[in-house]
C-alpha cells in the first residue's frame, strides 16, 4: 500500500470531512477504487469508504500507521 492510498482511505473515512467532496475528485475516485480493488476499503456508501481487515494489515505492513 502507497502512502497515496493510505491517506485517501483516511480522507474518505473521516466524519469530519466534508461528504460530498471526495468522491467528486477524478483523482480521488481513482485512488479509492484501487483500494477497492485491492481488498483495502469498500465503500459504505457514495461519500465514504471503511477499511477492511486487509487494509489495516497492509497499512501496518508498509508502516503507514
Do not use: H
Not at 5 to 17: C, E
Not at 25 to 31: A, G, H, K
Not at 38 to 59: L, P
Amino acid at each position: 500500500m502507497t502512502k497515496q492510498i493510505f491517506d485517501a482511505i483516511q480522507r474518505a473515512t473521516k466524519f469530519s470531512y466534508p461528504v460530498d467532496a471526495w468522491y467528486n475528485e477524478d483523482e480521488m475516485n481513482q485512488i479509492i477504487g484501487e483500494a477497492v480493488k485491492n481488498g483495502w476499503a469498500f465503500r459504505a456508501s457514495r461519500s465514504q469508504c471503511e477499511w477492511t481487515e486487509k487494509g489495516i494489515e497492509a497499512a501496518k505492513k508498509s508502516n503507514l500507521c
